[in-house]
């Protein structure tokens, strides 16, 4: 407990804090969503990716794994989904994309320091460019290359490497300002977590739970057969166990909802996934250290 309460506990705590403010409070969450996947999201990739620390070759293969932990995550998946006649756009994406974003980053920076965001960040970004993408594909059937390019996630990823493959130093006076906004956006993605859970419907909490547990059954799996394979330094094998670990995304409830692909199973699935994970990460951790 003395290693795991530190680290989980503020995570949760944040997560509570929003599910009980939008209990008793109406909560409209859509400016502040807006704003930290267009503000304060992209705020912290700059920080992130800008570092003199940061060099992306040093992570290159930590992005291959993570590509392939997500690709394979979804082959297992698709089997599954076959076997047991379930829908392949309601259950796939929820087994290959994680929470890597709302839990991931805070998980990072609280259980192994500001010196991990890095090795997080470039795990969320092959994610998330997945998801967009692949993910988009599987839901909808179709990509949207342009809305792609105009993301402000991706505009700002951008830039990012662009400041660190050029080795700018960024003047303090701009530095402040972005690192002030970046701040904003981990506790704001928990607690707009814990808001989003006061909506869902969990009358398929039998396909929840299945899904909660081969989330990071499915990934752990193909994370520790990887690790066999790809010299991947110690602190980014770490870092890619958390990643596997994690619990399916909340956006892909969103999308379910958008391309009406069975929301009520997919947020079922999200919920208790997210719920799960407190004792999935809390083993982790433990086999971690």
């Known amino acids: 407990m003395a290693i795991l309460f530190p680290v989980l506990f503020p995570i949760f705590v944040l997560i509570l804090v929003g599910y009980l403010y939008a209990k008793f409070r109406h909560v409209d969450m859509e400016f502040a969503n807006r704003t930290n996947m267009e503000i304060f999201i992209p705020a912290l990739l700059i920080e992130a990716l800008s570092r003199k620390s940061f060099n992306l070759m040093d992570y290159q293969l930590l992005a291959i794994a993570g590509i392939l932990v997500v690709l394979l995550s979804g082959v297992l998946a698709w089997v599954f989904a076959k076997a047991f006649k379930l829908s392949v756009p309601m259950f796939v994406p929820s087994m290959m994309f994680n929470n890597c974003g709302n839990m991931g980053l805070p998980l990072a920076i609280l259980a192994f320091g500001e010196e991990a965001l890095s ?18 594909y599987i839901v909808g059937g179709k990509i949207s290359w342009r809305n792609l390019l105009k993301m402000p996630v991706n505009i700002a990823t951008i830039i990012g490497l662009v400041i660190s493959f050029s080795h700018w130093q960024m003047p303090e006076v701009i530095h402040i300002p972005i690192q002030m906004l970046s701040q904003v956006a981990i506790p704001l993605m928990l607690v707009s977590l814990g808001v989003r859970m006061t909506t869902v419907d969990l009358s398929a909490w039998r396909l929840g739970m299945i899904g909660a547990v081969l989330c990071p059954l499915f990934s752990v799996v193909i994370a520790f057969v990887l690790l066999l394979f790809i010299p991947i330094e110690p602190a980014q094998r770490v870092q890619l166990l958390i990643f596997a670990t994690l619990p399916p995304a909340v956006l892909n409830y969103m999308f379910a909802e958008k391309y009406n692909q069975q929301p009520t199973e997919v947020a079922s699935m999200v919920v208790v996934g997210n719920a799960l994970s407190l004792f999935t990460l809390a083993l982790m951790l433990l086999y971690l250290d």
């Open 119 to 136: 090795a997080a960040v470039v795990l969320f970004l092959m994610s998330n460019l997945l998801h967009f993408t692949l993910g988009t």
